[in-house]
T-cell receptor, first 116, second 112 residues
Framework: NAGVTQTPKFQVLKTGQSMTLQCAQD?????MYWYRQDPGMGLRLIYY???????DKGEVPNGYNVSRLNKREFSLRLESAAPSQTSVYFC???????????????FGDGTRLSIL | GEDVEQSLFLSVREGDSSVINCTYTDSSSTYLYWYKQEPGAGLQLLTYIFSNMDMKQDQRLTVLLNKKDKHLSLRIADTQTGDSAIYFCAESIKVDDYKLSFGAGTTVTVRA
C-alpha cells in the first residue's frame, strides 16, 4: 500500500541546472499538490491540480512548472535552479472534488533538494 | 502560513498530557487539521475537525475548537517518546477551495 510516492528522495543541483521531481499516487485521488517546506515557515503551496488536465498556481509558484501527466502522476519542474529553491518538497493528494467538502490530504515522504 | 499561528516549541515529561495550541484567522474555515511529522518523514494526518464541531476525541487525542476565538488545540494524553515530532495545524477555507493553509509547526520534545 504505497500511497503517495516521491522520487528522488535526495538531490543536489548546481545553480542553473534543471530537474523534475516526480510524484505518483495509487489511491485514485482527484486532487494533487506540491508544497515546499522551509524552517520556521510551515508548508507553502507551490501548485495544485484539482483534477486531471487542470493545474493552478499556489502561494509560491515562481520558478516552477508542473504537469498533471494523468490521474496518478503530478510532476514539478525547476527549469533553472536557484539557491533560494533549496528546500524539502512534498507532494500530496486528496479525494476532493469540485463543489464538495474538502477531504484530507495524504503526503509523500518528501524530496530533499539542495542547490549550490 | 501567515493565517495560522502556532507556538514553535513544547517540552513535556513522558506520561504527562501535551497541549498544542493554534490560532487561525479565517472565519469561513471548513475543516481544521492536525498533522504530525517525524524526522525525515512526510506529514501524517492525525485528526481533523469540522468547523461546526466543538470537540473530537480519538483514543489519546482530543481536539478542541473555539470558533468564537478562532482557537484550536490538540491534547495528547499520556505522552510517549514516540510522540516527539513536529505538529502542524492547518485550515481549509471554503467548500470548493482545495488549498490548506499551514502553521509553522510546533516541535514537541518528550523527556524521560
Amino acid at each position: 500500500n504505497a500511497g503517495v510516492t516521491q522520487t528522488p528522495k535526495f538531490q543536489v543541483l548546481k545553480t542553473g541546472q534543471s530537474m523534475t521531481l516526480q510524484c505518483a499516487q495509487d489511491m485514485n485521488h482527484n486532487s494533487m499538490y506540491w508544497y515546499r517546506q522551509d524552517p520556521g515557515m510551515g508548508l507553502r503551496l507551490i501548485y495544485y491540480s484539482a483534477s486531471e488536465g487542470t493545474t493552478d498556481k499556489g502561494e509560491v509558484p515562481n520558478g516552477y512548472n508542473v504537469s498533471r501527466l494523468n490521474k496518478r502522476e503530478f510532476s514539478l519542474r525547476l527549469e533553472s535552479a536557484a539557491p533560494s529553491q533549496t528546500s524539502v518538497y512534498f507532494c500530496a493528494s486528496s479525494e476532493s472534488l469540485p463543489g464538495t467538502l474538502p477531504q484530507p490530504q495524504h503526503f509523500g515522504d518528501g524530496t530533499r533538494l539542495s542547490i549550490l | 502560513g501567515e493565517d495560522v499561528e502556532q507556538s514553535l516549541f513544547l517540552s513535556v515529561r513522558e506520561g504527562d498530557s501535551s497541549v498544542i495550541n493554534c490560532t487561525y484567522t479565517d472565519s469561513s474555515s471548513t475543516y481544521l487539521y492536525w498533522y504530525k511529522q517525524e524526522p525525515g518523514a512526510g506529514l501524517q494526518l492525525l485528526t481533523y475537525i469540522f468547523s461546526n464541531m466543538d470537540m473530537k476525541q480519538d483514543q489519546r487525542l482530543t481536539v478542541l475548537l473555539n470558533k468564537k476565538d478562532k482557537h484550536l488545540s490538540l491534547r495528547i494524553a499520556d505522552t510517549q517518546t514516540g510522540d516527539s515530532a513536529i505538529y502542524f495545524c492547518a485550515e481549509s477555507i471554503k467548500v470548493d477551495d482545495y488549498k490548506l493553509s499551514f502553521g509553522a509547526g510546533t516541535t514537541v520534545t518528550v523527556r524521560a
